[in-house]
């Protein structure tokens, strides 16, 4: 009997085995997930603590290293970041009540919970970590991505992002390069195509207005224009007409030389106006479209924040929209200069000054 006993206990514990066995070779293999190193938390970074004017950037050592907290996002190792004009207007304060609600809709934090702010909307990286929803990329891959204002932004060693929010970067493009384009590149193509209406199949001999067409905006709307057959007429300072002339546009006018309005009255009027100056301009621009044509004018100088998903950060659009430095659009990147991260100040204060002759781009690494 215990012989009988002792054969049937070994056969049990021979199928028990042989059960988790044939469980285990049906069990998907582990997916692979590089993981922060636990002996560091924190970070470098560019902060500000309140708002105000450019004193209140302060760099810390001690900026917490963002974690995933949803399986759709993406840890990216800075490598070049840029500041742009909306990054100026944040540090002062502009649209904090719209994007304060952005963050906490639920009106849950007390005010001031947002600082430490990074501000910083464009990124060109590595890649180091994935959530587990994650499927186009993976530790190592380099990217770029455009950061919405509402997010911790890229002047620190590390950001996280939406994965919708990232592509892969053109191996044509260094990070430097990569990294003045994902902002302003996303807000031109939304005002140029998803509100004027405008692509490569209607553009050809469509006459376009650029006000400001020198500055990060301008450099790329006009690049998107000439590629689609347009006729652009570029407004900027005498000193940048070379800078748009490189650059494709068909006319020039030195908004210094003499009244803008009364200059633009000798030409034809537009099909499309894309305004990045504001102010003045929005009181006549409207008076050089084409009449009853459908014509269109874009300003993104105000209401910026208020029209932000219309005119500004739309997810994925490098994805689907923009393929830079292919045969379908060739876009030339245009850096007006590159700041090393201990002088991010600087750079803020450079931009602010306003005149731009393309971007102005941080290496972080």
Same mark, same amino acid.
């Given at each position: /009997?215990?012989?009988?006993?002792?054969?049937?206990?070994?056969?049990?514990?021979?199928?028990? $085995?042989?059960?988790?066995?044939?469980?285990?070779?049906?069990?998907?293999?582990?997916?692979?997930?590089?993981?922060?190193?636990?002996?560091?938390?924190?970070?470098?970074?560019?902060?500000?603590?309140?708002?105000?004017?450019?004193?209140?950037?302060?760099?810390?050592?001690?900026?917490?290293? *963002?974690?995933?907290?949803?399986?759709?996002?993406?840890?990216?190792?800075?490598?070049?970041?840029?500041?742009?004009?909306?990054?100026?207007?944040?540090? &002062?304060?502009?649209?904090?009540?719209?994007?304060?609600?952005?963050?906490? *809709?639920?009106?849950?934090?007390?005010?001031?919970?947002?600082?430490?702010?990074?501000?910083?909307?464009?990124?060109?990286?590595?890649? /180091?970590?994935?959530?587990?929803?994650?499927?186009?990329?993976?530790?190592?891959?380099? %990217?770029? =991505?455009?950061?919405?204002?509402?997010?911790?932004?890229?002047?620190?060693?590390?950001?996280?992002?939406?994965?919708?929010?990232? &592509?892969?970067?053109?191996?044509?493009?260094?990070?430097?390069?990569?990294? &003045?384009?994902?902002?302003?590149?996303?807000? =031109?193509? &939304? $005002?140029?195509?998803?509100?004027?209406?405008?692509?490569?199949?209607?553009?050809?001999?469509?006459?376009?207005?650029?006000?400001?067409?020198?500055?990060?905006?301008?450099?790329?709307?006009?690049?998107?224009?000439?590629?689609?057959?347009?006729?652009?007429?570029?407004?900027?300072?005498?000193?940048?007409?070379?800078?748009?002339?490189?650059?494709?546009?068909?006319? %020039?006018?030195?908004?210094?030389?003499?009244?803008?309005?009364?200059?633009?009255?000798?030409?034809?009027?537009?099909?499309?106006?894309?305004?990045?100056?504001?102010?003045?301009?929005?009181?006549?621009?409207?008076?050089?479209?084409?009449?009853?044509?459908?014509?269109?004018?874009?300003?993104?100088?105000?209401?910026?924040?208020?029209? /932000?998903?219309?005119?500004?950060?739309?997810?994925?659009?490098?994805?689907?929209?923009?393929?830079?430095?292919?045969?379908?659009?060739?876009?030339?990147?245009?850096?007006?200069?590159?700041?090393?991260?201990?002088?991010?100040?600087?750079?803020?204060?450079?931009?602010?000054?306003?005149?731009?002759?393309?971007?102005?781009?941080?290496?972080?690494?």
């Amino acid at each position: /009997m215990g012989f009988l006993r002792s054969c049937m206990l070994r056969r049990s514990a021979r199928t028990a $085995a042989g059960f988790w066995r044939s469980q285990a070779a049906r069990q998907p293999p582990g997916r692979e997930i590089s993981t922060t190193c636990p002996r560091s938390t924190v970070m470098p970074a560019w902060v500000i603590d309140k708002y105000g004017k450019n004193e209140v950037l302060r760099f810390t050592q001690n900026m917490m290293i *963002p974690v995933i907290h949803y399986p759709n996002e993406v840890i990216i190792k800075v490598h070049a970041a840029s500041v742009n004009p909306i990054d100026v207007n944040m540090r &002062s304060g502009y649209g904090a009540t719209a994007l304060n609600m952005k963050r906490d *809709p639920l009106h849950i934090k007390t005010k001031g919970e947002e600082f430490p702010l990074t501000l910083g909307r464009d990124v060109s990286g590595v890649v /180091m970590e994935c959530g587990l929803d994650v499927r186009y990329f993976k530790p190592g891959d380099e %990217v770029w =991505a455009a950061v919405p204002p509402w997010k911790q932004g890229t002047l620190s060693e590390f950001v996280v992002v939406n994965g919708n929010e990232v &592509s892969l970067k053109p191996k044509s493009l260094t990070h430097t390069q990569a990294a &003045s384009l994902p902002y302003v590149a996303l807000t =031109a193509w &939304s $005002a140029i195509n998803k509100v004027g209406g405008l692509n490569d199949k209607n553009c050809t001999g469509k006459r376009v207005l650029i006000l400001g067409a020198s500055g990060g905006v301008g450099t790329f709307a006009i690049q998107v224009m000439k590629a689609w057959d347009a006729h652009v007429t570029a407004v900027c300072s005498q000193d940048a007409s070379e800078l748009v002339r490189k650059l494709g546009a068909d006319d %020039v006018i030195d908004y210094k030389s003499g009244n803008v309005e009364e200059q633009l009255k000798s030409l034809k009027p537009f099909d499309f106006i894309l305004d990045n100056v504001g102010g003045s301009t929005e009181t006549w621009a409207l008076n050089f479209l084409k009449k009853w044509s459908g014509a269109t004018y874009v300003t993104l100088v105000t209401p910026f924040l208020l029209n /932000m998903d219309r005119l500004g950060i739309a997810d994925g659009m490098l994805q689907t929209g923009v393929t830079v430095g292919s045969k379908a659009l060739k876009i030339r990147p245009v850096i007006e200069k590159t700041f090393p991260f201990s002088q991010v100040p600087e750079a803020f204060l450079k931009v602010e000054r306003g005149h731009a002759r393309g971007k102005t781009v941080i290496n972080v690494v």
